[in-house]
């Protein structure tokens, strides 16, 4: 380092605090909850609007740091875009309804829902919600969201609930839902329906068994399955139509063994002949297979499990028993009775629920279904005319809306839910829906009905069924444009500007806002879609409870701060890529803010002029300065949060820093005005760069040394009259400093010793005062 010139007297620095402590940011949270209208959403005439669609969180338990990141991405995005000079609307809801918290209350109380009564167990829920979501919403305010915290919506609501009601009562009309028994992707541990999108595949060990079918007319029939707990629900075997071990058998019968039932053998296409044995049984439900050939060779289904994930009397001697024990049960006795041949053990592709990762069942239950399938031309249109961040993101969507092969399950049967608005005629079974607008509970509520429409009859029965709380957070766009609310707001905001969201909810909350929007508006839901990457751990692994790899956030934003926390996220990961999560790497971030810090401390220590002549080296860093800006402006503007923070921390501790203010200390000192202005250009610039990734250490240094707030700032723009030609001395000044430094340090002396001998560059005679006085050059 270049030497201080510390026989000089400095004035006292602005900055009081001497170096950068994250305790500052709680000071900080106390002044902007006085100052509501630093954030506050107030278009002036002309100025452009910029609708944020913040992911509602789902409180459950408290936040991990991934999330924390994530909702920080979103946030700087919002403060770059005000910064940029629109009005940003930046709404914050909590997704509050739902079976994690019918879960948490069931578990607590050691009381499951059947067995509550329906408004206490709401009461209850209600009560517990409040407390978990009140945690995240400190959180969120902690770690510096600058959303509209006064206006907080949570779907829970009467207000929110009427809202997401509504939607689906002016959809109605249109024949967009039906009501159907057919079987359905179950979870056995949450005893609800599921969607498409609630399944995800695993790897799991299960066991291949092999059973002994008796066939007709003499011999048997090998048959390899995972699930021989579902004997008592076989229809049939098949086996291909080519597969020359099992031509004699077709059409024949086989008998399954337990169960004693004369089934028939069928030859098929979909039967593998590389898979066990390579014929099959087709059961009542075991796979997707199952379901198609069900239909197809029109076979009765028998129920074998229940919607508690237990085996039914069709199960004989398993009823009662649990999947897992069943299948042991099964095991034993097949072995008992000489049908059993081996078992293997088997690595098994299994569908699981995304929620608790129990493997699915497939259950013939009576739900209501919202129509996908027949509009997927059209919202795969949809997705192409929204621009993706990063593009290649847009894949996933399209993916998701190809790989759909049932419609909508919408409807649950649980309790802290929105529940499904209508009610059915007793006399005719007509079902009527009420008008849209009201907080309808059919379970409780009268029906605001005097006659059925169709036959007179003036009883009615209220759906006691719930939406999929997908139903309700696809309205999200929705409400915050204002959607049957504030129509002039939202005919001239929707689609909403963007819809910042994590990977891993493309095919639900993505998928399910396209449909709703398309439904309901025939229109794209955004403008642009902003897919950021995942958290990982240390090791690149997701960060899951079962894992044991889940950082507590609380923790690191005390110890680090939240401006840490958020440039590690902004400087670590390129927009859209996963990122590992490093306590180490957040503490490197804290040492840049150390050196803002610093930096700025000492700027502060000189007064700000309004001019000054400029040296070319002022001009050269003010030339790197044009350029940084116009970089970052450009990055903000595609959702780009990777270039501005390592850009702005190359600027301020590779050039500005080392080079710059060493080679124009003394000139500081001495008070030249040239020196002072562009001391505090670069500064101020810098910090309102930084200031939508870092708004706290930014803030308290803008506060102290310029006053006001830098939150009321706009991104700087480029300066006219610097010579873009001085960049061409960047790369020799740095050069040339550190063979100076490096000598110095060869020969043993300090830095602020004289050097003599050493020629400055041709190509850096324009910087030759300052850096003879920088280097102490004789
Ligand atoms: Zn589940
Ligand atoms: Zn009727």
Redesign the pocket.
Known sequence: MAPALSDRTMAEPKLQEKTWDPKLEESLLDLWAKEPELYRFAPRTGQSVYVIDTPPPYPSGSWHIGAVMSYSMIDMTARAQRMLGKAVLFPFGLDRNGINIERTVEKKTGKPLHLWDREAFIQECRKEIEVIGNGLLDLARRVGLSADFEHTYFTDSDAYRAFSQAVFLELWPKGLFYRGERPTFWCPHDETPLAEADIEYEDRPSKLVWMRFPLEGGGHLPIATTRPELLGACRAVIVHPDDERFTSAHGKRATVPLVGRDVPVVAHAMAKPEFGSGAAMICSYGDSVDLILFRELRLEPIKAIDEHGRMTEAAGALKGMKLEAAREKAIEELRAHGALEKVEPLQHKTPICSRCHTPIEFISSDAWYLKQLEFREELKKLAAAMEFQPSRHRQLLLDWIDSLTIDWPISRRRYYHTEIPLWT?R??G?VLAPPPGKYYRPWKDPAPFDA?P??G?KEFVGEDRVFDTWMDSSCSNLYVTGYRRDEAFFESNFPVSLRPQGRDIVRTWLYYTTLKSYLVRRQKPFETVFIHGMGLDARGRAMHRTLGNIIEPWPIVRRYGADAVRFFVASETNPGDDYRISEQKIGGAGKFLTKLWNTARFVSSFPEPRAGKLSPADEWILAELNRLIEEARGAYEELNLFLPSNRARDFLWNLFAPHYVEMVKARAYEGDPGALWTLHTCLRDLLRLLAPITPFSTDLIWREVYGGSVHSETLPLPRDGIPASRLDLTEPVVTFNSEVWKTKRDKGVSLNVELPGVAIPEALKPFEPELRRMHRLA
């Open positions: 005629c006399t005719c007509e059925c169709k036959c009859g």
